[in-house]
């Protein structure tokens, strides 16, 4: 296979991102976009950027025999099915996190993918900034000896509305669901204890939307190490993406990324910039090698490096840090074993 | 009251080292100094130093009604009597931290000390780093805001010996309560709940004397903020103290302290400088800035700013995070208030 | 407009760069490239790039009345006549730095251009890198005050071969011509005197070759603040492009670009990134600006910002530093009205 | 000799701080001081410092058997008198810099302590700063291997009055002096050619003086590597000291050192700590390091590291840069051997 052909379900923001992107790649031709709702706005972008096909249903994407994948960046709730009938015609996937709000639900999707021998990708795209990359390698490689700590701060620099945040699945299914994910990259262990502390502290109307915007996880990894991500809703200096993990031989901290490195004294202080604003300034680079990566995989068949798998093992946690939340006990993960 | 005389008991290393802060002080005449052994060694030095009596028995101090304060620097199971002992005999109190290994103890001593209306400062000697200081006034002078998450790491570069380990009061006692002291230094709150995780990693000789060597400890505070400490017995390159406190309206951020500004870059690296190796390195210029103000509210008869109640108040967090550890629940602490 | 037709002069490495980046520009199509060194290498190259026309005659190009913009990346001693024939032709000009290797046939080419009416963009890319715009933005802005001392790093990772420093129209016309722009650029104000001290420390064959491979030149600005730059062929490390501008009210200082942000600590060291190797590397974006303004320059006929009077001027100096090097006193530059 | 008795000349701020600095030393004592204007306040402090005798001849204390060195505080007009005088009086010498305003006055003075075989260390406090000496150390240990280029940027926090800048010997003399002497020192190369450069931008008053207040000096050393120093007398965020050196192997860079490693981080900014302000922050921890070697260097016996032949060798480059920057071109130095 040289070329591919694609189909976008979604034409939001980050679909249209992921237009951009997979635009950059030669092999690829993006013939189709749905959404449910077509404007003519969205006609007039489809055609500048050369999709030929602007539909409402998602299933003309998947009954047209030229797509051989899709991308699916719809709400989460449509997930699941979307990803069960994709497999089902053979397409290969790539799926916006989370896979869904149900562990239950997710499991039965990737029963299909499974099944159906198709390549899905989940959109955890910050395994593809080049800081948590390095970090990553520099485990790997033996830089920092045995893990024995992990640490991750991850503030978003403004809360989504209200509305946003009730269909959200909750701060941890939303939005800790990538430190999650992050935890498990770095650490190259599974989780297998979570303790949630978690407070209203932003704003109130998140709290009378039965959520939290600030909260501390402990993690128990099954390598036996220690982790803990601190969140919040409102880091009003910008995007705070930051981690460590510390073992036996050292330490490696990824800092944020800044616009320019430039530092500015004067007689009141000396300055330098800000963290770059939010996740489409700080991750610009890393949706680009995330989509390169999914269209190499597809065109070479080789493994996705993350999986459904990883999108359920981030939801189990998910779910675990929720229940330790509202019990105030840690909560234990069985061990589930890749298939 | 313009010079003060003052009785060392305990010629240890911190015994010593406040000894040679205190010279540096015009008004201070060092008097006596009292060790439960006495060497030539120690004749020497107590000579050089110009401290006119050295005894087996710290109760020639107490009972030398010249001497007007005393520095307890001997081992922690000795604390509470002599503070008791000390405060009865009307002299002015330093206690190296902590108090005792029992609230109770400490309750009882402080009584003593508040009948008696000595001054009694716990040597907490972080409070008087000029960078923790700094985040202090930042979050006094409202810099940062309200405060949501303080988060503290604390590393030493190597775990003590075994022995030290058995007798130590455990890893929240010797060496996380300083950070529970700086919890309530930075934030400005008493804490109301404490959740802790803890892991040997370092040395399975520490797990078998009953302790552990690395933790997470998550704290809620009266003032509804979250907060978390992470500690290790060993941290390769070398006394790892950082903090940060974030808020609604910012975040403040204290480094490590390096020897030297001096960046290299090879074809092999960039690389700076570690962090000063441990606390006698970090805390040169903290130790001193500690006795002068120990001295300066003997002088002048005014507050202390770190007192016997900052350290019961270490104590029960300490003890109740050994307890969340044992119990794997979290533990909360009820309100005491202040003498 | 609101399509441009490009031809391209010229297939080595910046020419390609190029190229690839025109492609990303929406309004562009890249309709011929010429090369005196047609292989099938480059026949294969450009037809995977969607390039019609492949010829040895860059004439075949300047006579195609379709293109209307040319991109000069052919070696110096060509640009001048194929900025007068291409201006002639009424085509845009982008060419590459340096104009020329002699300040005369600048001239010359310039006063085609001008009675021609085209557009001339000279490659001084560095003022589109974010960090050194941001540092001339602070100075237009008055963020440092009245700017008093300037002062610019700039060194390359490796010598290039004797065979290019040859021809190459020595260090100040090849390397540091840039900095010259960017002295320039930064401090808003024209070069009056130059001073230039040299030495072959590097490599003896650059000594023997005629050139320097080290330097350090002192600049008069016509404002009467004072500048330094300094230049190496070869640091170890990486490309070192880094600079400051002294004023009044304070000081800006850009430093190098790292590929990550990552920090490791080890019992070793404290290591970071080293500066990103090359111009390739630490330009990928300013090169991306660079062609964009000309682009967006052609279509809607606004103001050239790094034009050919520029291009001028940094030859005119690194003539002048030329002359200071071989007489051992500083060289006054009469000032030249931009036309 | 295992104690030594110490005489002060000049008890202005600088004589003051040896005072306390001496006083830290356990082998000193401090027996007289001498000013010009023996005031009650000079008299009261005397005593409060346990200095037994206040004159305003200093001849009291080169007649004083007792006394076995001097400090050499008083202004620099009066050194080179003060040194022969002592040194004829067999007193160890520690002077300020400069030695004096005249490079003969100089070498006159030099030979007498030479004959006199008393030891004489010259005040160029900041060898004895952490940060530069670790630069040093680093290149006599070949860290950056051969050495290509020297930067020394040093700039005032503010310009000393313009009565000061009259008696001064101007700003090569005077302040510059100190970075001819850091040059030497973190070279390990002798100076053979000055280029200055020069201009009034801080203050007309200070031209008017006949002084200069910005400047750019090159270097050219014995070694064959290029310096380059640049000076301001008025950098508005404070005290700007920062020196590189570059070589085959690497560069390391010395930076400004802050008060506290504190970052804030808000909606308008990210700051840090400005500069530490002046010298006498800045240089505290070097002045004690420079007392402390002369006192040990006295006490046994041992080589001065810096010595006459280094306040010589500083003032003769300053001489040079002065000529010229008055004859607009580059001042060859002779070579001078070290007796």
Partial sequence: MTTLTIGIIGAGRIGRLHVDNLRLIPQIRIKSISDVFVTDQLKAWAEEKQIEVVTTDYHDLLNDSEIQAIFICSPTTTHAT??????????????????????????????????????????????????????????????????????????????????????????????????????????????????????????????EAGDIDTAIITLKFENGALGVIDNSR?????????????????TAQADNVRETTVELSTVERVEK???????????????????????????????VSCSGFDGLQAERIAKAAKQSLETGVPVQLKPLVKA
């Fill in 273 to 303: 910039e800000k963290p770059l604003y939010f996740f489409l300034e700080r991750y610009t680079q890393a949706y680009v090698e995330e989509v390169n990566e999914f269209i190499s995989v597809c065109l070479k068949d080789s493994e």
């Fill in 234 to 250: 409102q880091a009003v200096y910008g995007y705070d993406q930051r981690l460590e993990i510390f073992g036996d031989k050292g």
């Fill in 82 to 207: 979307i990803i069960k009938e994709a497999a089902e015609a053979g397409k290969h996937i790539f799926c916006e996190k989370p896979v869904s709000f149900s562990v239950e639900e997710t499991e039965a999707a990737l029963a299909v993918v499974e099944k159906a021998g198709v390549k899905l990708q989940v959109g955890f795209n910050r395994r593809f900034d080049a800081n948590f990359r390095k970090v990553h390698n520099l485990v790997k490689e033996g830089a920092i000896g045995t893990p024995h700590v992990l640490k991750i701060t991850s503030r978003d620099p403004q809360p989504p509305g209200v509305d946003y945040i009730k269909s959200s699945g909750g701060l941890f299914m939303d939005m800790t669901i990538h430190d999650f994910d992050m935890a498990r990259y770095i650490m190259g262990s599974e989780v297998v204890e979570v303790s949630a502390h978690g407070a209203v502290l932003v704003d109130p109307a998140i709290g």
